[in-house]
């Protein structure tokens, strides 16, 4: 075709640069490995690099660059919060979670995401008279019943029933992010990057449960106040993506 030659005249080849971008730790093997074929490859942290790095063995160091993904200042605006009129509606929905500070797990429903340990530290702190409630949200997704109904039975022998609330993936993530008195997750993987430089006194070793129910106690008493971002932001991302692209797209010398 006529473009084709187009280009050889100017001595650029036609082939499309391949960038690639991996956002989670993945099984390795064969397929998973067509995400490490770009010419540059993203990773979202630290800890994925170096997964990636140590089951690749093949893969140049230099051909992998860590681009933390970005959060959206304008969907998420510092020190938002919510109005009369949405807290009216949600604890309407949601009778169960008021009338104590609100634990929210945001995680899909897969016991990768520790669930469990959850449940287990809304069962830890009632035993310690300190009432809070917990919302496992976007736990509730089709082909997740058996999944769920593991977790309801937990919560039941547990003795929780009345102050957890599992609930399908939402809209309004912004809202309940900022009504929550805790947002859970471990400091692990990207995760443990985020809190440690973000927020280091949010962090709590991989299933360390006691680590997790004393530091919850000690939260929900008194939270040291989290600053505005200055990196992690959606700007950021892009930046670095782009530049990674202009890299690229370099004429070789």
């Known amino acids: 075709p006529a473009w084709v030659g187009w ?68 969907a998420f605006p510092y020190g938002h919060r919510p109005d009369d009129a ?49 919302l496992l949200l976007g736990v509730v997704e089709p082909g997740r019943e058996a999944y769920v109904a593991e977790l309801q039975e937990l919560i039941r022998l547990r003795g929780v029933t009345s102050q957890v609330v599992l609930s399908p993936p939402r809209d309004d993530i912004r809202d309940i992010y900022a009504l929550s008195a805790l947002v859970l997750g471990y400091a692990h993987g990207g995760v443990g990057e985020l809190l440690a430089e973000l927020y280091p006194a949010g962090r709590v070793p991989l299933g360390d449960r006691e680590r997790l129910v004393e530091r919850a106690a000690e939260l929900l008493r ?25 890299e690229v797209t370099q004429p070789q010398g």
Do not use: C
């Open 222 to 246: 008194v939270a040291p106040p989290i600053s505005p971002l200055q990196s992690y932001r959606l700007s950021d991302m892009q930046q670095s993506t782009l530049a990674l692209y202009d």
């Open 86 to 134: 949405w807290h009216k509606a949600f604890f309407a929905e949601f009778p169960a979670l008021a009338g104590a500070p609100l634990l929210t797990m945001p995680a899909r429903g897969t016991r990768l995401k520790g669930h469990h340990d959850a449940i287990e530290l809304l069962a830890d702190l009632k035993r310690r008279g300190i009432e809070a409630r917990l």
């Open 7 to 74: 280009w050889a005249l100017r001595g650029v080849s036609p082939r499309p640069h391949f960038v690639t971008t991996v956002h989670g730790f993945n099984s390795p093997g064969r397929y998973s490995s067509i995400l490490l074929r770009g010419e540059r490859v993203i990773v979202v942290s630290q800890t994925l690099r170096d997964y990636v790095l140590s089951h690749y063995r093949w893969l140049e160091p230099g051909r992998v660059r860590v681009i933390p993904r970005g959060i959206d200042q304008d």
